[in-house]
């Protein structure tokens, strides 16, 4: 008799301790270490405010997130699927690295109608304001620069330029012109180059 009601006891108990933990309706229950379940949200593109906290590890003591930011950079020289022809191995703002492009790169893209329209509509948002529509080196911008700076596409300077060499002075600038590699993907600054051969000519 004794035994059943131990039995009774220890039912009971085990119950209730384990209805305790069960979480339901508005009682989440009781969890134990929530930092396991819960992780904090912290917006990928923040900087978070606790970056202050530090763990100690065999006497050295490290900041946790150092730098404060919430999203980690890629490892350098990562490259995003896709994106290999972003690539592009020629130092910037040296004559012969410029030249070596002209030699060794060669339009990618076939010339039809629909390159050259793309490479128009690029041109017309990226160049023109210096370079004018034509190519003549006279946009609203251009004039401002002092005369005979922003070259005409009709002289032999561009001329002489080739394809691989007008790819890398929109990919890196020239000069005392910026560069565009980070403003118009590879597809589109060989259009542009088409449309540049275009201009010449017309
Ligand atoms: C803000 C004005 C400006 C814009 C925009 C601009 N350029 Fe230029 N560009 C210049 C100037 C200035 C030069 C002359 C640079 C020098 O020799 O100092 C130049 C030179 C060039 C040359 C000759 C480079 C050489 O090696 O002689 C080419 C080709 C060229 N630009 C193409 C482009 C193309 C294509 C775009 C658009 C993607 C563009 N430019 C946008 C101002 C501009």
Redesign the pocket.
């Known amino acids: 008799m004794k035994s059943l009601k131990l039995i009774y006891v220890a039912a009971f108990s085990a119950t209730a301790l384990f209805s305790a933990c069960v979480s339901e309706g508005e009682d989440p229950g009781v969890e134990y270490a929530p930092d396991m379940y819960v992780s904090k949200g912290y917006e990928p593109y923040s900087q978070v405010a606790d970056q202050e906290r530090s763990i100690t590890f065999q006497g050295e003591t490290y900041l946790i997130n150092k730098d404060g930011k919430t999203m980690r950079e890629p490892v350098e020289g990562t490259i995003a699927r896709g994106k290999l022809d972003f690539i592009f191995n020629y130092a910037p703002g040296d004559v012969d690295e410029?030249e070596r492009a002209g030699r060794e790169l060669s339009n990618p893209l076939p010339l039809t109608q629909a390159n050259l329209e793309a490479g128009r509509r690029?041109?017309n948002i990226?160049?023109?304001?210096?370079?004018g529509d034509k190519g003549l080196?006279d946009?609203l911008?251009?004039q401002k620069?002092p005369k005979g700076?922003?070259?005409s596409?009709t002289t032999d300077?561009?001329h002489n330029?080739k394809d691989g060499?007008?790819y890398?002075?929109?990919t890196h600038?020239?000069?005392?012109?910026?560069a565009?590699g980070k403003?118009?993907n590879p597809t589109e600054?060989w259009q542009?180059?088409h449309y540049?051969n275009y201009l010449e000519q017309n």
């Open positions: 410029k690029h041109y990226n160049c023109a304001p210096c370079h080196g946009g911008v251009g620069y700076l922003v070259p596409y300077r561009i330029l060499s007008l890398y002075v929109v600038g020239w000069n005392m012109m910026g565009y403003m118009i600054r542009v180059v540049i």
